[in-house]
């Protein structure tokens, strides 16, 4: 059985409108405004401090030492791994990457995607539920990463290109990993559970597609209120 094949599969015209969609778009023409890049960094760095900390909870599933080790190498990149690729943006902007996350929040559509993630860290006792919800994020940006440079769709003057190839390349182990635990775990579950599995990765591409969006937006929360003023 090829499980991972299916859900890439299911996946390709979720990651295909991600790639078309403004954001990635802007980034491929280096003309994105300042603005939503900022955006983007706030939303993301507190997003990767929570992916490192589901990383963390999901220890507690496993046996292995293995796996133990793979997910806390993957805590250190997700807590500091991806920097790099935040850099190459805050060097765009031109400001000093700490000073603009420093005001980061949880905008909607950021806060509707990890509590995704959240909700099948704690409502299933198997990790590979909460490994569905989570393995799009890497998969997505390792896809996007991997077609830019294929089709030279970013030039070399352009200043985002080091963030597709970081992406192009740094996402491989991890995925290849993953796609491992899946088609394994896959293979221990009845059509049922393989629907939820497939689910869980689907909404999280979606999700993936919606966070850029939010960013290239500048989406803000709306309680048409005091705390908005």
Same mark, same amino acid.
């Given at each position: 059985?090829?499980?991972?094949n299916?859900?890439?599969?299911?996946?390709?015209?979720?990651i295909?409108?991600?790639?078309?969609?403004?954001?990635?778009?802007?980034?491929?023409?280096g003309?994105?405004?300042?603005a939503?890049?900022k955006?983007?960094?706030?939303?993301?760095?507190?997003?990767?401090?929570?992916?490192?900390?589901i990383?963390?909870?999901?220890?507690?599933?496993?046996d292995s030492?293995?796996?133990?080790?793979?997910?806390?190498? $993957?805590? $250190?990149?997700?807590?500091?791994?991806?920097?790099?690729? *935040?850099?190459?943006?805050?060097?765009?902007?031109g400001?000093d990457?700490?000073?603009?996350i420093?005001d980061?929040?949880?905008?909607?559509?950021?806060? *509707?995607?990890?509590?995704?993630?959240?909700?099948?860290?704690?409502?299933?006792?198997?990790?590979?539920?909460?490994?569905?919800?989570?393995?799009?994020?890497?998969?997505v940006?390792?896809?996007?990463?991997?077609?830019?440079?294929?089709?030279?769709?970013v030039?070399?003057d352009?200043?985002l290109?080091?963030?597709?190839?970081f992406?192009?390349?740094?996402m491989?182990?991890?995925?290849?990993?993953?796609d491992?635990?899946?088609?394994?775990?896959?293979? $221990?579950?009845?059509?049922?559970h393989?629907?939820i599995?497939?689910?869980?990765?689907?909404?999280?591409?979606?999700h993936?597609?919606?966070f850029?969006?939010m960013?290239?937006?500048?989406?803000?929360?709306?309680?048409?209120?005091?705390?908005?003023?």
């Open positions: 059985m090829d499980f991972v299916t859900l890439k599969k299911e996946a390709a015209p979720i295909d409108a991600i790639y078309h969609d403004n954001f990635i778009q802007s980034l491929l023409k003309d994105v405004s300042k939503a890049i955006h983007y960094l706030r939303a993301d760095s507190r997003y990767l401090n929570e992916f490192a900390k990383y963390a909870l999901l220890i507690l599933k496993i030492k293995e796996e133990i080790q793979f997910l806390t190498e $993957q805590i $250190q990149f997700a807590s500091s791994g991806e920097v790099e690729a *935040h850099h190459t943006l805050a060097q765009y902007v400001e990457y700490n000073q603009i420093k980061g929040e949880w905008y909607p559509t950021a806060d *509707h995607y990890i509590k995704h993630m959240y909700y099948n860290a704690f409502a299933y006792d198997h990790i590979a539920y909460t490994l569905a919800a989570m393995a799009p994020c890497p998969y940006y390792q896809q996007i990463g991997k077609r830019a440079i294929k089709e030279n769709a030039s070399e352009n200043p290109k080091p963030w597709f190839e992406y192009a390349t740094e491989d182990t991890l995925m290849d990993y993953i491992q635990w899946f088609n394994q775990y896959a293979e $221990q579950f009845d059509t049922k393989q629907d599995l497939k689910r869980n990765f689907l909404q999280s591409t979606v993936e597609r919606n850029f969006n960013a290239y937006n500048q989406e803000k929360w709306d309680f048409g209120g005091e705390l908005n003023e």
